[in-house]
């Protein structure tokens, strides 16, 4: 039983450094996009892994202490994560829906850009 306890703490543990990683990781990607809806994109897959996090550090509390106030905090963890992962799970299909629509936008735009700069050569 010892074994199981200490396995669990050990993922729970680990799943939390994967998911604040990949949390920075999609916000960072976020930041450095140009694209807006690209952006939004990126914006709500981080916030996904943002919940899954603190789905994570709610139940990570919980298993590692028995007491009422640990339960409380998990618990509130495990609502806002859940909450906030169905949440933005809606935004992600929205956004990703969306995205031939701004690719071929931004193409136009290249277009006309390179079309007014041989212009403007001339």
Known sequence: MEF???FAVSFLVTAIVVTFILFIFYKVRKIRDVR?????YYNSISRIWFALF??????????QF????AYLIGGIFIIFGAYQLSYFNKAR???KGNLPIEEKAWQ???AA??????????
């Not at 807006?36 to 939004?40: G, M």
């Not at 603190?54 to 298993?63: K, P, Q, R």
């Not at 028995?66 to 106030?69: A, S």
């Open 4 to 6: 199981l306890y200490t």
């Open 93 to 95: 299909k929205y956004f």
């Open 113 to 122: 850009k390179r079309n007014k700069a041989k212009r403007k050569k001339a």
């Open 66 to 69: 028995h007491t009422l106030v």
């Open 54 to 63: 603190m789905l994570v550090f709610g139940l990570n509390s919980i298993v």
């Open 108 to 110: 136009e735009f290249e």
């Open 36 to 40: 807006d809806v690209r952006s939004a």
